[in-house]
T-cell receptor
Framework: RKEVEQDPGPFNVPEGATVAFNCTYSNSASQSFFWYRQDCRKEPKLLMSVYSSGNEDGRFTAQLNRASQYISLLIRDSKLSDSATYLCAVNGPGDTGRRALTFGSGTRLQVQP | ETGVTQTPRHLVMGMTNKKSLKCEQHLGHNAMYWYKQSAKKPLELMFV???????ENNSVPSRFSPECPNSSHLFLHLHTLQPEDSALYLC??????????????FGPGTRLTVL
């Protein structure tokens, strides 16, 4: 099983739609979770951190489900400008263990007019 | 945004060349990272430096040689590369390797083509 797994998509949705992505992770001791956005041929940019209690930033909502070991990203009222690849990132366990982030391969979103 | 800068942005080199990629971060962070991103593959962690010390080498071939002279600068020296090394090389930084903030911020990357 991959450490971090995402559906590559593409997810093709009309403007205004609500879309959700999931990302599963294999290490139950992971402590930090993030969603990044990557535009074509650009660097990943932090979209939001994912907290245990979930968090919301405008049209974007992130959730963590530790029991099932996945994080989710919900985008409401999709805009054309939301078209991008969404990467989830998960860190390793513990103080001395691997804490560098492991990235999923990304889910591509295409919002259509 | 100029938090993490990388030069050059594009590089074409032959297999016998020697070149270096440079990364500089202006965020006061203490951890820096090199990643490789090939087409249709996830980001692959190459090296991690924390407080100028290399803390992780992810089985990277010796034709890639990192250097971290201080917490703000990171280099990746390249020699005798192969065409399959063509990729986007991304530098990132975070507050520190073991701290409470693992959030990483990326530079714009160097798009490398090996002929």
């Amino acid at each position: 099983r991959k450490e971090v797994e995402q559906d590559p998509g593409p997810f093709n949705v009309p403007e205004g739609a609500t879309v959700a992505f999931n990302c599963t992770y294999s290490n139950s001791a992971s402590q930090s979770f993030f969603w990044y956005r990557q535009d074509c041929r650009k660097e990943p940019k932090l979209l939001m951190s994912v907290y245990s209690s979930g968090n919301e930033d405008g049209r974007f909502t992130a959730q963590l489900n530790r029991a099932s070991q996945y994080i989710s990203l919900l985008i409401r009222d999709s805009k054309l400008s939301d078209s991008a690849t969404y990467l989830c990132a998960v860190n390793g366990p513990g103080d001395t263990g691997r804490r560098a982030l492991t990235f999923g391969s990304g889910t591509r979103l295409q919002v259509q007019p | 945004e100029t938090g993490v800068t990388q030069t050059p942005r594009h590089l074409v080199m032959g297999m016998t060349n020697k070149k270096s990629l440079k990364c500089e971060q202006h965020l006061g962070h203490n951890a820096m990272y090199w990643y490789k991103q090939s087409a249709k593959k996830p980001l692959e962690l190459m090296f991690v430096y924390n407080f100028k010390e290399q803390t992780e080498n992810n089985s990277v071939p010796s034709r890639f040689s990192p250097e971290c002279p201080n917490s703000s600068h990171l280099f990746l020296h390249l020699h005798t590369l192969q065409p399959e090394d063509s990729a986007l090389y991304l530098c990132a930084s975070s507050q520190d390797r073991w701290g409470t903030s693992d959030t990483q911020y990326f530079g714009p990357g160097t798009r490398l083509t090996v002929l």
